[in-house]
């Protein structure tokens, strides 16, 4: 009877406090997984942008479209009203900042102006121009020993073009083929050397060298008189 007993009596294991410990707190069950909360690591990496707007998506600090591009207006204004006054004094930080925007802009206007008088000499203006900066980036750095970059060169050339604008508009109102316009053409030409070669000497420090840095910038902005007058 015993034996009988004993066969038919079920297997039950042990359920001891030491063997199966409590799950611990905030667990629902022993055989769940614990998962630690994750850090952010956008914010752990020190980089913090803010909220983007629920309207436009942009961030707050996000800086506006234009100046992603490299155009600023306060900047812009602060290079032509350093060409517009040529007796005003030249930083020697203002070329630190080589913003294209200002140059493309003033050969456009100039092509515009001359287009009003029935010449189209947009790619005369771009390829002089071109050809004109290269030429200039080569002759600054075998004058300097700090050198120069190929964009302040354009930067400086195209902003220094602005009196050449001024020639163009002038051409809506009356002829330059004549001696008063022949005159005028001769001023500013010496306006626009004079701005880019003080440009040039305070930004490379070629004061010695301000004729030999004035001739080819001369030469340069005479081609774009002829352009403007014939």
Known sequence: ???TSAKAMPFFPSTSPSENPPPPAGQMGGSRQHFATPTNSFHSSGVHRGMPSPVTGAYEDEP???EELGINFQHIRTKSMSVLNPMNRI???IMDDTDLAGPLFFCLLLGGFLLLTGKVQF???YGLGGVGCVAMYFILNLMSENGIDIYRVISVLGYCLLPMVLLAFFSLIFPLNGIF???L???IISWCTHSASLMFVRVLSLVEQRMLVAYPAG???ACFALLTIF
């Open 185 to 187: 053409a001769g001023c």
């Open 1 to 3: 009877h015993s034996g």
């Open 181 to 183: 316009g022949y005159v």
């Open 91 to 93: 930083d020697a930080h």
């Open 64 to 66: 506006p479209l234009l």
């Open 123 to 125: 790619g005369y203006i």
């Open 219 to 221: 030469l340069l902005y």
